[in-house]
């Protein structure tokens, strides 16, 4: 919900109305001034304080209790401020303090929305002193896929674990943690494998009645074209005809470095170029939660303005979440076979966030048999902060509960609608599986369905 939608009476308990989000003033420059940024923290960080909620989430809450409570007057005030940029550090923008915890967002008179004040003090401090220059060459994800691609083997050895002397190196040059499993790329990419139309099955529930736009992400067009094909097998299985759209990313590694203006930018040129799609009658499908947040949620924040990108966030869908409204609208094509050996589903902060339900476990679910366990704990991963040196402890410390959950569902299938969660939840893991239990097999929600059908 957004300004317009707020009730009338904002001094009503939040548990009362339904929260809502305030639309970022990122264009006015008192958005970026450093002292009017920390005074808004002080307010939210001592209302934080007195309440603790959000003890058992991310790193940010015990860090900022500890500063607290070690402080010389056991109170806020006694915090220098230039500490302030260690919560702010700690946080993923997984919004799980908004989203679960806090009964104090808007409309609740308080107005405390912890993860974009964390956002601006971002901003605020990028404006001041420049970001970080390695994090944002590696957030520059659609460059670095393409610069990839022509050598994808080679960029692959370079990059494995076991290449300890490049790993080294990567670490002491540019602070890649050595002992995070970094993503693959690929020489065939989603786009190239999707260039030919799948026809759809004139046999499916669907046909004649829906047609999506594959929105790939750039995670899965450059490190998971699997997950595409997948897709568009399911969704042709159904009937519905597909076509591969993906302008370019949206802008979630920029938004976690405060550089908002360039998420703008994204969502205006990835608007313009999806509209016509959806004039035509086109569904918006996304293959990854953090981009469907993006699409749905934060772009609308930050362009409220821009009838484009309200379209668009009403058109998308995340693709469990778009096959399960297939199977309530028009069933599903028959032929599922449960997986063997159980599956269990991480549900993705991002995917949490959106508000939706546990589409991807709704999804599971709908394959005759099928054992589905769920795991909701955060995976701690959160982008860069699940690579870089800086900040992989924080991460693994914070995936480690979750990575128990799943080592105690013993289940032959990790998956989760975030594939760098499941990754670096398939690597905790080592840990916490007993002793010689094989490790689960990773997949995006949307391969383990289309495996049950028997497409890929």
């Given at each position: 919900?957004?300004?317009?939608?707020?009730?009338?009476?904002?001094?009503?308990?939040?548990?009362?109305?339904?929260?809502?989000?305030?639309?970022?003033?990122?264009?006015?420059?008192?958005?970026?001034?450093?002292?009017?940024?920390?005074?808004?923290?002080?307010?939210?960080?001592?209302?934080?304080?007195?309440?603790?909620?959000?003890?058992?989430?991310?790193?940010?809450?015990?860090?900022?209790?500890?500063?607290?409570?070690?402080?010389?007057?056991g109170e806020l005030d006694g915090v220098d401020k230039t500490r302030y940029a260690?919560?702010?550090?700690?946080?993923?923008?997984?919004?799980?303090?908004?989203?679960?915890?806090?009964?104090?967002?808007?409309?609740?008179?308080?107005?405390?929305?912890?993860?974009?004040?964390?956002?601006?003090?971002?901003?605020?401090?990028?404006?001041?002193?420049?970001?970080?220059?390695?994090?944002?060459?590696?957030?520059?994800?659609?460059?670095?896929?393409?610069?990839?691609?022509?050598?994808?083997?080679?960029?692959?050895?370079?990059?494995?674990?076991?290449?300890?002397?490049?790993?080294?190196?990567?670490?002491?040059?540019?602070?890649?943690?050595?002992?995070?499993?970094?993503?693959?790329?690929?020489?065939?990419?989603?786009?190239?494998?999707?260039?030919?139309?799948?026809?759809?099955?004139?046999?499916?529930?669907?046909?004649?009645?829906?047609?999506?736009?594959?929105?790939?992400?750039?995670?899965?067009?450059?490190?998971?074209?699997?997950?595409?094909?997948?897709?568009?097998?399911?969704?042709?299985?159904?009937?519905?005809?597909?076509?591969?759209?993906?302008?370019?990313?949206?802008?979630?590694?920029?938004?976690?470095?405060?550089?908002?203006?360039?998420?703008?930018?994204?969502?205006?040129?990835?608007?313009?170029?999806?509209?016509?799609?959806?004039?035509?009658?086109?569904?918006?499908?996304?293959?990854?939660?953090?981009?469907?947040?993006?699409?749905?949620?934060?772009?609308?924040?930050?362009?409220?303005?821009?009838?484009?990108?309200?379209?668009?966030?009403?058109?998308?869908?995340?693709?469990?979440?778009?096959?399960?409204?297939?199977?309530?609208?028009?069933?599903?094509?028959?032929?599922?076979?449960?997986?063997?050996?159980?599956?269990?589903?991480?549900?993705?902060?991002?995917?949490?966030?959106?508000?939706?339900?546990?589409?991807?476990?709704?999804?599971?679910?709908?394959?005759?048999?099928?054992?589905?366990?769920?795991?909701?704990?955060?995976?701690?991963?959160?982008?860069?902060?699940?690579?870089?040196?800086?900040?992989?402890?924080?991460?693994?410390?914070?995936?480690?509960?979750?990575?128990?959950?799943?080592?105690?569902k013993a289940n032959a299938t990790l998956c989760s609608d975030c594939p760098l969660?499941?990754?670096?939840?398939?690597?905790?893991?080592?840990?916490?599986?007993?002793?010689?239990?094989?490790?689960?097999?990773?997949?995006?929600?949307?391969?383990?369905?289309?495996?049950?059908?028997?497409?890929?």
């Amino acid at each position: 919900m957004t300004d317009a939608a707020k009730p009338a009476d904002s001094r009503r308990e939040g548990s009362l109305d339904a929260p809502f989000r305030h639309a970022l003033a990122w264009r006015d420059p008192e958005f970026y001034d450093l002292a009017k940024v920390e005074a808004e923290m002080d307010r939210v960080f001592d209302i934080c304080h007195g309440c603790r909620r959000c003890f058992n989430l991310c790193d940010s809450f015990p860090k900022l209790f500890d500063m607290i409570d070690e402080s010389p007057t056991g109170e806020l005030d006694g915090v220098d401020k230039t500490r302030y940029a260690e919560v702010s550090d700690a946080c993923t923008l997984c919004d799980m303090c908004f989203m679960t915890k806090c009964p104090y967002v808007p409309p609740h008179e308080f107005n405390l929305d912890f993860p974009h004040v964390i956002l601006r003090h971002r901003a605020a401090r990028r404006k001041a002193d420049g970001g970080d220059f390695v994090r944002e060459q590696l957030g520059d994800t659609d460059r670095n896929g393409k610069l990839a691609k022509p050598v994808a083997g080679l960029a692959n050895w370079a990059t494995r674990l076991e290449n300890k002397p490049v790993r080294a190196l990567m670490e002491s040059v540019a602070g890649i943690d050595k002992t995070a499993e970094l993503p693959l790329y690929f020489s065939k990419t989603a786009g190239d494998r999707l260039k030919k139309p799948v026809a759809p099955d004139p046999a499916g529930p669907a046909f004649g009645m829906r047609k999506a736009a594959i929105y790939a992400t750039c995670f899965v067009d450059y490190n998971a074209p699997d997950t595409a094909v997948a897709a568009v097998a399911v969704l042709a299985k159904q009937g519905i005809e597909t076509r591969f759209a993906y302008p370019e990313c949206c802008g979630m590694p920029q938004l976690e470095a405060g550089d908002i203006a360039a998420v703008a930018a994204k969502a205006e040129r990835v608007a313009a170029e999806l509209l016509p799609l959806i004039d035509q009658g086109y569904d918006i499908v996304t293959l990854t939660a953090s981009c469907g947040l993006m699409m749905k949620f934060e772009w609308p924040l930050i362009l409220p303005e821009n009838e484009a990108v309200k379209r668009l966030a009403a058109a998308t869908r995340d693709i469990s979440q778009y096959v399960v409204e297939i199977s309530k609208a028009h069933g599903l094509a028959p032929g599922l076979t449960a997986p063997e050996g159980g599956v269990t589903f991480h549900n993705a902060c991002h995917s949490r966030a959106q508000n939706m339900g546990a589409m991807s476990a709704q999804m599971l679910r709908l394959i005759p048999g099928a054992k589905v366990d769920v795991v909701e704990r955060c995976s701690g991963h959160g982008g860069t902060f699940g690579v870089m040196k800086e900040t992989r402890p924080m991460a693994v410390k914070v995936g480690k509960p979750a990575a128990r959950q799943v080592a105690a569902k013993a289940n032959a299938t990790l998956c989760s609608d975030c594939p760098l969660a499941c990754k670096h939840l398939g690597q905790l893991l080592a840990v916490d599986l007993p002793a010689g239990a094989p490790p689960p097999r990773e997949a995006h929600p949307i391969e383990v369905f289309a495996r049950a059908y028997g497409l890929i």
